[in-house]
């Protein structure tokens, strides 16, 4: 549970979500057009809601969904820096096109990491989604090939998205605001 009292402040609406991952399924499709099988690789846990969303706009390619878990911030709003893999995929990607969801970037070291590590098992194609970037608070070299909103350095929850494990179950995207000053 979080520690501190705070209220949500609504930044992305329900709405917005909705068109963009309209307009990045179109890039996506374009990407990855041809017959070959795409593994849709979402990081848990916050990227569960985009990915059930994603993926039902992109219901014209033939895809697999896996999951890989790397450790996250715990119950703080800071990164630990060091990314560890906590659960591995069960499919196999060698020779295969593989799409990797994530909720955030913020400092870039799970996305970095989690690359480098899938790299290691030769897909075919690897290519990134995050539904949000904080370019400001980056700390390593990454971009995804695919962002949906770029947002300010603010601490956001809902649409997947915890703090402290609560408001994943929001619609919209929203910014955590601390009342105690
Ligand atoms: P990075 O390794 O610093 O890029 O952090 C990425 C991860 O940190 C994301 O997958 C999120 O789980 C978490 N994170 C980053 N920013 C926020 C935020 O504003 N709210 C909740 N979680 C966040
Ligand atoms: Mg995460």
New binding site residues.
């Given amino acids: 549970m979080p520690q501190r009292p705070y209220v949500i402040d609504q930044m992305i609406s329900a709405k917005s979500i909705a068109a963009r991952i309209e307009a990045l399924a179109r890039e996506i499709k374009s990407e990855f057009s041809g017959a070959d099988k795409l593994v849709v690789v979402g990081?848990l846990r916050?990227?569960f809601v985009f990915i059930a969303d994603l993926v039902r706009e992109l219901d014209d390619l033939d895809i697999e969904v896996d999951f890989l878990e790397?450790s996250?911030?715990g119950d703080s709003?800071e990164?630990s820096?060091e990314?560890r893999i906590l659960k591995d995929l069960r499919g196999e990607i060698a020779g295969r096109n593989v799409l990797v969801v994530?909720?955030?970037?913020?400092?870039?070291?799970?996305?970095?990491?989690v690359t480098e590590y899938l790299r290691t098992r030769d897909p075919a194609k690897l290519r990134t989604i995050a539904l949000?970037d904080?370019p400001a608070?980056?700390?390593v070299d990454?971009k995804a090939d695919f962002t949906g909103f770029e947002i300010p350095d603010?601490?956001?929850?809902g649409y997947g998205?915890?703090?402290a494990q609560a408001n994943r179950n929001l619609p919209y995207i929203g910014k955590?605001r601390f009342t105690d000053g």
């Fill in positions: 990081l916050g990227s790397a996250s911030y709003t990164s820096r990314v994530e909720d955030i970037v913020d400092t870039g070291h799970t996305l970095a990491r949000l904080k608070r980056r700390e990454f603010e601490f956001v929850v998205i915890d703090y955590v």
